[in-house]
């Protein structure tokens, strides 16, 4: 069974500039979460998505938005970039069922803005 | 709002000693704890969690977990470590708003020395 799959795995962008970002979560899930990893600030929660609908929203900007797919894949877009949007990306997915399942993250995706 | 502290950002070990990473929590109502572990450049990877029943639960690569409902922690732990275990840790809580959004502690790196 494939594992969570997230494109590209390395970005170089330029300040203002706009990215999307994608994620394949792992077949037969529908949940798809989103991370953003910096050294200061750890893993913060951007957002998770649930059968093509927002379910939860963490404390970011509205330069970072997301979407879900009919097939469960999801992008995250971040507009007019900063430096400090540099970071790694995690996507993760969730299996059906209740909220003691665990989340199964994918590789991550390293923006670098210059 | 539920929240979790890893009050180590670092702890170090001698190879074949014991180790423990250190997490508490703050939630209301019943948690649901994990732990995972993130190596170089790679997604984080479950090791174990804590839904109910017994305090001390066992996970992937040897780990266990003691849940104390008084001191409201979760330490990770090992009986021997293995240089192979010097990694990122994370601690985490399920957020019970509903959904899958996952809330992380700031990380312990754990370095293991031959």
């Known amino acids: 069974k494939a594992g969570v799959t997230q494109t590209p795995r390395y970005l170089i962008k330029t300040r203002g500039q706009q990215v999307t970002l994608s994620c394949s979560p792992i077949?037969?899930?529908?949940?798809v979460s989103w991370y953003q990893q910096t050294p200061g600030q750890g893993l913060q929660f951007l957002f998770e998505?649930?059968?093509?609908?927002?379910?939860n929203k963490g404390n970011f900007p509205g330069r970072f938005s997301g979407r879900q797919f009919s097939n469960s894949r999801s992008e995250m877009n971040v507009s007019t970039l900063e430096l400090g949007d540099s970071a790694l990306y995690l996507c993760a997915s969730s299996p059906p069922g209740a909220q003691e399942t665990e989340a199964f993250f994918g590789q991550g995706t390293r923006l670098t803005v210059v | 709002a539920q929240s979790v502290a890893q009050p180590e950002d670092q702890v170090n070990v001698a190879e074949g000693n014991p180790l423990t990473v250190k997490c508490t929590y703050s939630?209301?109502?019943?948690?649901?704890l994990f732990w995972y572990v993130q190596y170089p450049n790679r997604g984080l990877q479950f090791l174990l969690k804590y839904i109910t029943g017994d305090n001390l639960v066992k996970g992937s690569y040897g780990f266990e977990a003691e849940f104390n409902k008084s001191q409201t922690s979760f330490h990770l732990k090992k009986p021997s470590a293995l240089v192979s275990d010097s990694a990122l840790y994370f601690c985490?809580?399920?957020?019970?708003?509903?959904?899958?959004?996952?809330?992380f502690g700031a990380g312990t790196r754990l370095f293991v020395k031959a």
């Open positions: 985490a809580v399920r957020d019970m708003g509903g959904g899958f959004k996952t809330i």
């Open positions: 939630v209301s109502g019943n948690p649901y």
């Open positions: 077949s037969g899930h529908r949940s």
């Open positions: 998505y649930f059968s093509e609908t927002q379910r």
